[in-house]
T-cell receptor
Framework: SQQGEEDPQALSIQEGENATMNCSYK?????LQWYRQNSGRGLVHLIL?????REKHSGRLRVTLDTSKKSSSLLITASRAADTASYFCAMEYGNKLVFGAGTILRVKS | SAVISQKPSRDICQRGTSLTIQCQVD?????MFWYRQQPGQSLTLIAT?????????ESGFVIDKFPISRPNLTFSTLTVSNMSPEDSSIYLC??????????FGSGTRLTVV
């Protein structure tokens, strides 16, 4: 299976703290994307990092990609209660997007 | 980015029946996909919907259970056939093409009783 693994499965932090989620995959990718899904809602695209990039920022989000280790991390700084959601990495293989298992983030106010 | 309209948004169906989910994109796209998200789980790719030809199914998914059509570049349907309670999931349509990345429909929440 090409599905990626994510850790931790669940993360609970206080508002204002940083949250880090990790994603690992098995085979070479075109790019890696991160998505957020609020409970019962649709997917929101957060950020895309290409295979030749090592780091990317968007607002409070920082994504890194290490193709030699086949891993990526998503850092959310200064978390807010509204960041409470499930976060998924998704690897693009050819023309397909394959999702990781996801991390459930809970930010307590 | 493209906008996807997916319907129905939710349905409750009797076991043994079939449900067809529709996905309409507001612009021409290169690829369309169908995903399943079981309760509390991640998204699993069911198949790539190919325009004018048979869909390409992922391991564990078969055409008899999940027939897919894509008659043109902007429309696709997924049918969940002979449903059982194990088919209760959210089904999502996705599309990619042009200058934008992947776009997802809002999903169809299916409950089989």
């Amino acid at each position: 299976s090409q599905q990626g693994e994510e850790d931790p499965q669940a993360l609970s932090i206080q508002e204002g703290e940083n949250a880090t989620m990790n994603c690992s995959y098995k085979t070479s990718i075109n790019n890696l994307q991160w998505y957020r899904q609020n409970s019962g809602r649709g997917l929101v695209h957060l950020i895309l990092i290409r295979s030749n990039e090592r780091e990317k920022h968007s607002g409070r989000l920082r994504v890194t990609l290490d193709t030699s280790k086949k891993s990526s991390s998503l850092l959310i700084t200064a978390s807010r209660a509204a960041d409470t959601a499930s976060y998924f990495c998704a690897m693009e293989y050819g023309n397909k997007l394959v999702f990781g298992a996801g991390t459930i983030l809970r930010v307590k106010s | 980015s493209a906008v996807i309209s997916q319907k129905p948004s939710r349905d409750i169906c009797q076991r043994g029946t079939s449900l067809t989910i529709q996905c309409q994109v507001d612009s021409q796209v290169t690829m369309m996909f169908w995903y399943r998200q079981q309760p509390g789980q991640s998204l699993t790719l069911i198949a790539t919907a190919n325009q004018g030809s048979e869909a390409t199914y992922e391991s564990g998914f078969v055409i008899d259970k999940f027939p897919i059509s894509r008659p043109n570049l902007t429309f696709s349907t997924l049918t969940v056939s002979n449903m059982s309670p194990e088919d209760s999931s959210i089904y999502l349509c996705s599309a990619v093409g042009g200058s934008y990345g992947y776009t997802f429909g809002s999903g169809t929440r299916l409950t089989v009783v």
